[in-house]
């Protein structure tokens, strides 16, 4: 199981377009660790409860990150469109969309399982 469990934790098949690999691994550890912690190190109740609430966010941010890789990506049509979107943005509105990452806790994470 805990073999089985690393591999499970570890799968983040996500693109670095939105820098979240690393990101979502260290939330996973945290949340893990307090779902250790408040099902008294029982590993099968704290990997059931840590991963409800992960599964609506890894789903959100896999898409996402594609999705920013095409647009940086772009070709044909897409690549003037995207540089037309973009130009006269201020630099800190490229991202505007992208708020709800931030909103990451480990208590927010375990409340919604």
């Not at 983040?12 to 979502?24: F, I, L, S, V």
């Not at 999705?67 to 049509?77: A, E, L, N, P, T």
């Not at 979107?85 to 630099?91: K, V, W, Y």
């Amino acid at each position: 199981m805990t073999q089985q469990l690393a591999v499970i934790v570890a799968a983040h098949p996500t693109t670095q377009y939105m820098a979240q690999g690393a990101c979502m691994a260290l939330e996973d550890a945290v949340t893990l660790g307090e779902a250790l912690r408040v099902n008294n190190d029982d590993l099968l109740q704290a990997f059931d409860l840590d991963q409800r609430p992960r599964v609506a966010r890894t789903a959100r941010i896999v898409p996402s990150s594609r999705q920013m890789g095409r647009i940086h990506h772009g070709k044909d049509v897409e690549r003037p469109v995207r540089n037309d979107l973009r130009q006269g943005r201020a630099p800190e509105r490229f991202y505007g969309g992208m708020g709800w990452l931030d909103g990451w806790s480990v208590n927010n994470r375990l409340a919604a399982a």
